[in-house]
């Protein structure tokens, strides 16, 4: 790679039973492509590496599984012969952790296609640790990151139209939106987003290809629709799995070919744009029962990508909430969570996942006062916890309502005793089915005790039957 002026570092490991007749060449090739190679630290293990190999073996396997415990670690596995590598060992190295495969006299110029790789990772990396994506999108856990990076590469240095999928509060929106920002067009315009669950059937057309003037009766001017306004920019499909199947119809030919027809006009107009579609269905459960149909998905979905919930990436709950208390705050520092507060807000259920987390976060806050930690008095009431009953707090607030509501309508002292006794044991003879000594126990009286509060009960006219 002789015209490369930058640099390019990167650790090297040699797993060869001929050490040193292929060290020497190997290392002077890649240094005359621009690499500056160190051994690898096996200790902590960072970086873009390669490894270079001429026996397939549970060592090796091991060994790269090691190295690539961090999801910013990019390995390519580079076996000095072809003749190592047999069909199922390529797929084995990537699931130990390589992130490529292949020969090192699989082509003519092997050393250019390392420094290729190594760039495009350096490059991903630098736009995943940039204000950009730092400042919007939260998350450091490996099932995140990893899928980040993917999202990161494909919205820049590709065109591709773009699915995704994930529970509802996973973030799919704010996604599109990092894809679009991402996207290295140089006159690229803007973001139009169309809520596919609020698009009107009669309207459809209108909304998506635009009308002319008189071309229904309350088209009194001519409108562009969602296509046209899309050009040389994005165009977000969000909740796409709500279109219904006739109108995805009527959607094929814009998405594959970019042309369409005003609602009204007999003139083909040309559009460019990026697609970009988000669904919280599965779509191939969809396509299964005839509601989606799969000429349609096969168009948006060149590339797609599933947001994780947040019960799958738990190691980001503290991150959001820290994150979302900053936007709170911004301009005050940030604030400390007290331990109960932390264990409670990684231990609760997030059946809206992202979203659910915010809102909780946002009420947590509103209560807040003072520059000292969040405490478990900012927690909301209905947020508290569930906690299983004890001896203690059986006369809780509906008790409580009981005797007052008594007391207002006049009822002393003694009659509250005598109906709270008769209540009690009608309840426990009930639950027993009738048998008195297991109602008795219950009550912590006597059998005598209990046949003779329930006789005085059926003389009093209150009986427990």
Same mark, same amino acid.
């Given at each position: 790679?002789?015209?490369?002026?930058?640099?390019?570092?990167?650790?090297?490991?040699?797993?060869?039973?001929?050490?040193?007749?292929?060290?020497?060449?190997?290392?002077?090739?890649?240094?005359?492509?621009?690499?500056?190679?160190?051994?690898?630290?096996?200790?902590?293990?960072?970086?873009?590496?390669?490894?270079?190999?001429?026996?397939?073996?549970?060592?090796?396997?091991?060994?790269?599984?090691?190295?690539?415990?961090?999801?910013?670690?990019?390995?390519?596995?580079?076996?000095?012969?072809?003749?190592?590598?047999?069909?199922?060992?390529?797929?084995?190295?990537?699931?130990?952790?390589?992130?490529? *495969?292949?020969?090192?006299?699989?082509? *003519?110029?092997?050393?250019?296609?390392?420094?290729?790789?190594?760039?495009?990772?350096?490059?991903?990396?630098?736009?995943?640790?940039?204000?950009?994506?730092?400042?919007?999108?939260?998350?450091? $856990?490996?099932?995140?990151?990893?899928?980040?990076?993917?999202?990161?590469?494909?919205?820049?240095?590709?065109?591709?139209?773009?699915?995704?999928?994930?529970?509802?509060?996973?973030?799919?929106?704010?996604?599109?939106?990092?894809?679009?920002?991402?996207?290295?067009?140089?006159?690229?315009?803007?973001?139009?987003?169309?809520?596919?669950?609020?698009?009107?059937?009669?309207?459809?057309?209108?909304?998506?290809?635009?009308?002319?003037?008189?071309?229904?009766?309350?088209?009194?001017?001519?409108?562009?629709?969602?296509?046209?306004?899309?050009?040389?920019?994005?165009?977000?499909?969000?909740?796409?799995?709500?279109?219904?199947?006739?109108?995805?119809?009527?959607?094929?030919?814009?998405?594959?070919?970019?042309?369409?027809?005003?609602?009204?006009?007999?003139?083909?107009?040309?559009?460019?744009?990026?697609?970009?579609?988000?669904?919280?269905?599965?779509?191939?459960? $969809?396509? @299964?029962?005839?509601?989606?149909?799969?000429?349609?998905? #096969?168009?948006? @979905?060149?590339?797609?990508?599933?947001?994780?919930?947040?019960?799958?990436?738990?190691?980001?709950?503290?991150?959001? @909430?820290?994150?979302?208390?900053?936007?709170?705050?911004?301009?005050?520092?940030?604030?400390?969570?007290?331990?109960?507060?932390?264990?409670?807000?990684?231990? !609760?259920? #997030?059946?809206?996942? *992202?979203?659910?987390?915010?809102?909780?976060?946002?009420?947590?806050?509103?209560?807040?006062?003072?520059?000292?930690?969040?405490?478990?008095?900012?927690?909301?009431?209905?947020?508290?916890?569930?906690?299983? @009953?004890?001896?203690?707090?059986?006369?809780?607030?509906?008790?409580?309502?009981?005797?007052?509501?008594?007391?207002?309508?006049?009822?002393?002292?003694?009659?509250?005793?005598?109906?709270?006794?008769?209540?009690?044991?009608?309840?426990?003879?009930?639950?027993?089915?009738?048998?008195?000594?297991?109602?008795?126990?219950?009550?912590?009286?006597?059998? !005598?005790?209990?046949?003779?509060?329930?006789?005085?009960?059926?003389?009093?006219?209150?009986?427990?039957?």
């Amino acid at each position: 790679m002789s015209e490369m002026t930058n640099k390019i570092e990167g650790w090297c490991h040699f797993c060869l039973r001929d050490h040193a007749a292929y060290k020497d060449k190997l290392s002077a090739a890649l240094d005359s492509a621009g690499f500056i190679l160190h051994p690898v630290d096996l200790s902590t293990p960072q970086g873009s590496g390669m490894i270079f190999f001429d026996e397939v073996n549970q060592p090796l396997y091991d060994f790269i599984g090691e190295v690539s415990r961090s999801s910013s670690n990019h390995i390519l596995a580079i076996a000095t012969d072809h003749s190592v590598l047999v069909e199922d060992t390529y797929w084995r190295l990537l699931q130990a952790g390589a992130a490529d *495969v292949f020969a090192w006299d699989h082509s *003519v110029e092997p050393s250019r296609e390392i420094a290729a790789r190594f760039k495009r990772w350096e490059e991903v990396d630098t736009l995943m640790g940039s204000p950009l994506v730092q400042n919007n999108i939260v998350g450091q $856990s490996p099932a995140w990151t990893s899928l980040l990076r993917q999202i990161v590469e494909v919205a820049r240095y590709t065109d591709v139209s773009i699915l995704i999928t994930g529970e509802s509060g996973t973030g799919k929106e704010l996604m599109a939106r990092l894809i679009h920002t991402l996207d290295a067009r140089p006159n690229k315009r803007n973001l139009v987003v169309v809520d596919c669950t609020t698009i009107v059937p009669d309207l459809s057309g209108s909304e998506f290809f635009g009308h002319e003037r008189g071309a229904f009766t309350s088209a009194i001017a001519a409108r562009d629709g969602a296509f046209m306004l899309a050009h040389e920019g994005t165009l977000f499909l969000d909740e796409v799995g709500e279109l219904p199947p006739g109108l995805q119809a009527e959607l094929l030919r814009v998405v594959q070919e970019r042309t369409y027809k005003r609602v009204g006009s007999n003139t083909w107009n040309k559009t460019d744009f990026r697609l970009v579609c988000a669904t919280n269905r599965d779509l191939h459960q $969809s396509m @299964a029962q005839g509601d989606f149909r799969q000429d349609f998905y #096969y168009r948006i @979905a060149a590339w797609t990508c599933k947001l994780p919930s947040l019960g799958e990436r738990p190691e980001d709950i503290l991150p959001l @909430a820290h994150y979302f208390m900053q936007q709170l705050r911004p301009d005050q520092e940030s604030l400390l969570l007290d331990g109960p507060v932390l264990r409670y807000l990684l231990k !609760r259920n #997030y059946p809206g996942n *992202v979203r659910d987390l915010k809102q909780l976060v946002t009420r947590i806050m509103h209560r807040h006062v003072g520059p000292g930690p969040i405490t478990v008095g900012d927690i909301p009431k209905e947020e508290r916890p569930l906690l299983e @009953a004890s001896a203690c707090d059986w006369g809780d607030e509906t008790f409580e309502r009981a005797i007052r509501r008594a007391l207002l309508v006049g009822v002393g002292l003694k009659e509250i005793g005598r109906t709270a006794e008769n209540t009690a044991i009608r309840i426990a003879v009930a639950n027993e089915n009738g048998n008195l000594p297991r109602a008795a126990s219950k009550l912590g009286v006597t059998d !005598r005790a209990l046949q003779m509060r329930r006789a005085t009960q059926r003389s009093q006219g209150n009986g427990a039957d």
